[in-house]
């Protein structure tokens, strides 16, 4: 059944209404049937044409545009964890070198 046939108003359950309505916060989006940008649209119709659009939206999140975001997160915890810890050693070698040499 594609997003088309989908009855005016499904009843679906409570975890796949909040879902919807938490990827269309976050990510920009269009009416697969006007176009119009549903960035923010907490409802499950579209403003413009009327629409049900939570059908289509169980359908065609299937992309993962989300895990790009996810992973440049991760990335860049990544990043900052391992240059902390390349200054952290940079700072223990320069102190094990002073202590040798009787500088401190």
Known sequence: MSYR???PNPVL???FRSKANRILMERKANCPYCRY???GVPGPRCPEC????EAYLKEADTDGWHLRRER???FLRWLIIR????????????LLVMLRRGMI
Do not use: E
């Open 83 to 94: 240059l902390v810890m390349l200054v952290l050693a940079f700072w223990a070698v320069v």
């Open 50 to 53: 009327g629409k049900n659009i």
């Open 72 to 74: 440049q997160r991760l």
């Open 13 to 15: 359950d409570p975890v």
């Open 5 to 7: 046939d989908a009855p």
């Open 37 to 39: 940008n549903l960035s």
